[in-house]
């Protein structure tokens, strides 16, 4: 399957969208946005996402050690294309709080996991990055949604 035909098919699947943060090596908050991220584990309670490797914040989150995901809000859509611009300080302007880890968590997010790096994998040509939650907090509203190449929010 072509690429193309993959990525249309994996865009009729409905995505919450997420920030995740870290602090690299030089001691800056980067971080990035991604829907491809899920719980994956209750016991020990562990979540994944995805970065690919060609990402510009590759060796960020390859050397990281912990790692923070945000779920977005739905009003949190412009903080999303923020995340998702390419050659800027992702941070400049945005305020955060500092995670257990010290990872950065994003102010007014529905929730977030704060995790400690607990292994990587190989996918072609991304990394799974699996991350062991050691804190996280949420609160009440509505998810912001990605399908079809666009944002979108829940009926109701």
Same mark, same amino acid.
């Given at each position: ?5 993959? &990525?249309?098919?994996? /865009? ?17 908050p980067? /971080? ?9 584990s ?6 994944l ?8 914040l590759?060796s960020d989150f ?9 779920i ?7 903080l999303?294309?923020?995340f998702?611009a ?8 945005? @305020?955060?709080?500092t995670?257990?880890?010290? @990872?950065p ?9 704060d ?13 799974i990055?699996? /991350? ?6 949420? &609160?009440d509203g ?5 399908y /079809?190449?666009?944002y979108?929010?829940?009926a109701g």
């Open positions: 399957m072509d690429g193309r035909m993959f &990525r249309n098919i994996a /865009g009729r699947f409905a995505t919450g969208v997420t920030v995740v943060t870290t602090i690299n090596k030089q001691g800056r980067v /971080g990035m946005t991604a829907n491809s991220f899920t719980s994956l209750l016991d020990p309670p562990l979540v996402f995805c970065i690919g490797k060609s990402a510009s590759f390859m050397e990281a050690s912990a790692f923070a995901v945000n977005l809000a739905a009003e949190q859509e412009a999303s294309r923020h998702a390419k050659e800027i300080d992702r941070f400049a302007g945005v @305020s955060y709080l995670a257990k880890t010290g @990872s968590i994003l102010q007014d997010v529905l929730g977030y996991f995790c400690q790096v607990e292994a990587r994998y190989e996918g072609g040509d991304h990394i990055m699996i /991350g062991r939650v050691v804190d996280g907090q949420e &609160r509505a998810p912001l949604v990605f /079809g190449g666009k979108g929010r829940l």
